[in-house]
């Protein structure tokens, strides 16, 4: 005998073949399935609450007549169980979702398999008990959605999404001079003010939509920060004692994703060997790693948890990124392949505009880049892949630093600059090479100082030292100093006369980062 209740009209037939699974596949899964001994008459809250919580979420079934244990115990009267089952669905859940009810017969034991669908009329409430609730899917548990999770399931049913909401800023309020020049540098074309309408970053009625107000070069969206941090040691608390570097990131989340990688560049260091005609350089991080993690994100954290932003932690051995909002669907990344995950856009317009200026892959490969990035590497002594974690409000990226306890011949500096000396082996035998023993304050400075610049001259390449001076809070003569030693070392050069001209980086490897991203 099989049930049905098919509220919605696009369920097809199709559709409905598709969750006729073996039932041994079912069992033992967490996220899509729940599994109950019985039908649990008095108490339908225990159940319902599963079946509103797939609704909202993925879909799932819910199967009845197995133990915690994953033992078929069968039930008594499975055609009576499904009967009830399909009054207490219509009279104690709003919307009532699409299901499908399922006999199964496994070893001579009957079962009730709940086919759950996803709903497009979120939220779907249980109501019962003088209660309204809206549950959702976290891991192996169905819980009660809280205000965030509400209001975005509330979005949802509405066909809508935080990025495509109307803010409360006006477009003739708002410079764009970021987002111009990364579109004219990636697509070799201006970007026309009547495109703003059609990239969903204005309204119809002149407002920017949320969206618009995070590619705005000063963007009023307060929790869209990404604070950058290089810890010294290998946690918070390793007594080492406090940041060696850190910076607040703000306005443009273009230009904040530019900043964010350059940072991460910055505080890094390459170890090279020697081969017998040319230097092969091993980077603490795959760039393209970094700027997919990053990337990721932005576009996919949830913008609707106030007072909670990116964080991008640096340590001796690896880096953490944390971005608020777990997955949409509500599973857990640990438990599943990344591989294999499909992309769901919590922000599609934000994704689609980075996605066709080339500062992200196209979606549903952003975590696969990640892996491909580092798997060239896995044959280091001491290799980490990539690692995803995940709960119902954050989600996790840790990269490894791939130098970290791996022996090479030596360390260099961003100016390529020896640090330290190492023991080095070469034709059977042990030899010392001597470098520059460590980096002289100066050092330090210059490679933040040099990030500093280089971030002005991209703003302003007429920019002059006084200029960059004010910018930096130190003195003009200071400025001389690291711009004088980034031309000597054939980072940048003066293009034209002192009053008239502009600079121009050619640091290869600062060009070609801002060229990949």
């Known amino acids: 005998m099989r049930y049905a209740i098919l509220i919605q009209n696009t369920i097809s037939e199709q559709m409905l073949n598709t969750m006729e699974l073996d039932i041994k596949s079912l069992i033992g899964e967490t996220t899509a399935y729940d599994k109950k001994q019985m039908l649990e008459v008095r108490r339908p809250k225990s159940w319902l609450k599963s079946v509103s919580a797939f609704a909202n979420g993925e879909g799932g079934t819910l199967i009845l007549g197995i133990s915690d244990d994953d033992h078929v115990l069968g039930l008594v009267d499975a055609e009576g169980d499904a009967e009830k089952i399909s009054e207490e669905i219509k009279s104690k859940l709003d919307p009532v979702p699409a299901i499908k009810l399922e006999l199964k017969d496994v070893d001579g034991k009957k079962l009730v398999l709940l086919h759950v669908y996803p709903g497009q009329e979120t939220p779907y409430y249980y109501i019962g008990d003088k209660q309204r609730l809206a549950f959702v899917r976290i891991g192996n548990e169905s819980v009660v959605a809280d205000r965030i999770q509400l209001k975005s399931l509330v979005l949802k049913g509405a066909g809508r999404t935080y990025d495509s909401l ?88 273009i230009g904040q994703l530019q900043d964010a990688v350059s940072f991460v560049r ?45 964080h991008i932690d640096m340590y001796d051995d690896r880096m953490e990124i944390y971005s608020p909002g777990g997955m949409m669907d509500g599973r857990l990344i640990q438990q599943l392949n990344p591989l294999t995950v499909p ?12 996605s066709r200026l080339g500062l992200m892959e196209r979606r549903g490969s952003g975590m696969k880049k990640i892996i491909d990035s580092y798997k060239r590497f896995e044959k280091l002594p001491n290799y980490h892949a990539p ?31 020896p640090l330290k000396q190492e023991f080095v082996k070469g034709n059977g035998e042990v030899f010392v090479k001597e470098f520059v ?61 002192r009053k008239m001209g502009e600079w121009k980086i050619i640091d290869e490897e600062y060009e070609g980062f801002f060229d990949r991203i």
Not at 192 to 207: A, L, T, Y
Not at 277 to 301: F, G, K, Q, S
Not at 389 to 416: K, P
Not at 485 to 497: A, H, N, P
């Open 343 to 354: 992309s769901k856009r919590r922000n599609p317009l934000l994704a689609d505009f980075f």
């Open 437 to 497: 023993k460590g980096p002289s304050k100066f050092a330090k400075e210059f490679v933040k100082a040099s990030r500093q610049i280089y971030k002005l001259i991209s703003q302003n390449p007429q920019i002059n030292a006084t200029q960059m001076a004010e910018s930096m809070g130190i003195s003009a003569r200071q400025v001389q100093k690291y711009l004088k030693r980034l031309q000597e070392s054939g980072k940048i050069t003066r293009v034209g006369g």
């Open 266 to 310: 910055n505080n890094s260091r390459k170890k090279w060997w020697k081969e017998s005609d040319h230097r092969e350089e091993l980077p603490d991080y795959p760039e393209r790693a970094v700027t997919e993690a990053i990337a990721n994100a932005i576009i996919h954290r949830n913008y609707m948890q106030m007072g909670s932003e990116i």
């Open 387 to 417: 690692e995803f974690q995940s709960n119902a409000s954050e989600f996790h990226v840790i990269l490894w630093n791939l130098n970290f306890e791996n022996e090479v011949i030596g360390e260099i500096t961003l100016d390529g600059t």
């Open 166 to 253: 109307p803010s409360n800023y006006r477009f003739e309020d708002m410079a764009f001079t970021k987002l111009r020049s990364v579109h004219y540098k990636r697509l070799q074309r201006s970007f026309e003010d009547s495109e703003f309408v059609s990239w969903g970053i204005v309204d119809e009625n002149g407002n920017l939509t949320n969206a618009g107000a995070l590619l705005a070069d000063e963007s009023p969206i307060r929790q869209s920060r990404i604070f950058c941090t290089r810890w010294n040691g290998l946690d918070m608390t390793s007594g080492l004692g406090e940041a060696i570097d850190d910076v607040e990131l703000e306005g443009c989340v």
